[in-house]
């Protein structure tokens, strides 16, 4: 866990210690990336705080996905709650978001969250529709012969719509099933990941995968 605010660090290690789990607290973005920096240490999550000296958790999280993929877990810590905030920090390669103040049961539930589906990941095979498969190891997608580099939560969105080929899926179910919790609904960040993923899986392509329901949502469609 990176965080720079030495109450927030101390009661989330006490708390999660609590529920069996060891937490390595650093105080700023470098000292981070110095534990993280060519898997120095085996971590099975990484908790880090948007805004710290030295490097800011966008920046170690970036570094953090160029260099290592996506097999670690993030969850960031932020006291800034826009949408423009969010989409960053997701953008960056984070897993999830959680905006303090937080409850430390919330604080749970996300960890809890991140680690099965991080579990679950690790079995996933190979889906495919059409001639777009995607890649659970690499985190990539392949239509026809281009090979698309996925953000994690851009793969996760497609993986859901494959999974659930055919289906309209509201706005409201994605947030719920893709981003774990329910966002305020005016929110666009589903939107924002749907344009990015028609920008690498359908752009350049005649046949496409992702079509819009008016007044519904969105279908992944063969």
């Known amino acids: 866990m990176a965080e720079d605010e030495e109450n927030i660090s101390d009661f989330v290690r006490r708390g999660l210690a609590g529920f069996g789990y060891s937490v390595t607290v650093t105080e700023d973005g470098a000292q981070a990336w110095q534990l993280l920096d060519g898997k120095r240490h085996d971590f099975d999550l990484v908790m880090l705080d948007i805004r710290m000296p030295g490097l800011s958790g966008l920046e170690v999280c970036s570094r953090l996905r160029e260099q290592q993929g996506y097999g670690v877990p993030v969850l960031m810590l932020t006291a800034l709650d826009t949408t423009d905030d969010i989409v960053a920090g997701l953008h960056a390669g984070a897993d999830d ?15 809890e969250a991140l680690l099965r589906r991080s579990r679950l990941n690790n079995q996933q095979t190979t889906l495919s529709s059409g001639d777009l498969k995607l ?3 690499a985190h990539q997608a392949h239509r026809g012969h281009k090979v698309v580099d996925l ?7 497609l993986e859901y719509m494959m999974r ?10 994605l ?8 966002f305020d609904t005016n929110t666009n960040v589903v939107d924002v990941y749907v ?3 028609r920008q690498k899986i359908d752009e350049d392509f005649p046949q496409k995968h992702i ?4 007044g519904k949502g969105y279908m992944f469609k063969q």
């Open 151 to 157: 953000s994690i939560k851009e793969y996760r969105l």
């Open 135 to 137: 890649d659970a190891a």
């Open 164 to 173: 659930h080929e055919g289906e309209v899926l509201t706005r409201r179910q």
């Open 211 to 214: 079509e819009t329901v008016v």
């Open 195 to 197: 344009r990015y993923l």
């Open 175 to 182: 947030l719920k099933d893709v981003w774990d919790k329910d």
């Open 97 to 111: 978001y959680l905006v303090k103040p937080f409850k430390f049961t919330e604080l749970v539930a996300r960890i």
